[in-house]
């Protein structure tokens, strides 16, 4: 079992920045593809970003490319998400997951991930 839980939301002003952090124990998630989800009220949750598990690929949702990066440290067992340029529009509830059978095809899918954070709340005021 893999536990997970994030760490690092907040309210911010529109244009500034935050870190995710997402503390993973429970068993090593070095072999483990890792993603950020995130959900608005009465919206459906959304992938913002995935990464492999060497931290060698990645990819993003196109309302956040240019502007989030996801990277990893195995070492820590930990992932993270730097948002800059923060906009209303990426308030939400963050989680962070992770898959057992992680590939190129399917990293955009919540379906192919085992375990799930409970979420950290952020909050872009304009």
């Known amino acids: 079992q893999v536990q997970l839980v994030e760490s690092g939301g907040g309210l911010v002003q529109g244009g500034g920045s935050l870190r995710l952090s997402c503390a993973a124990s429970?068993?090593?998630?070095?072999?483990?593809?890792m993603a950020w989800f995130r959900q608005a009220p009465g919206k459906e949750r959304e992938f913002v970003a995935a990464?492999?598990?060497?931290?060698?690929?990645?990819y993003y949702a196109d309302s956040v490319k240019g502007r989030f990066t996801i990277s990893r440290d195995n070492a820590k067992n930990t992932v993270y998400l730097q948002m800059n340029s923060l906009k209303p529009e990426d308030t939400a509830i963050y989680y962070c997951?992770?898959?057992?059978?992680?590939?190129?095809?399917?990293?955009?899918?919540?379906?192919?991930?085992?375990?799930w954070g409970q979420g950290t709340q952020v909050t872009v005021s304009s």
């Open positions: 997951a992770a898959a057992a059978r992680w590939s190129h095809r399917n990293y955009y899918y919540a379906s192919s991930y085992n375990y």
């Open positions: 429970g068993r090593s998630i070095s072999t483990y593809g």
């Open positions: 990464i492999d598990w060497s931290g060698s690929s990645t």
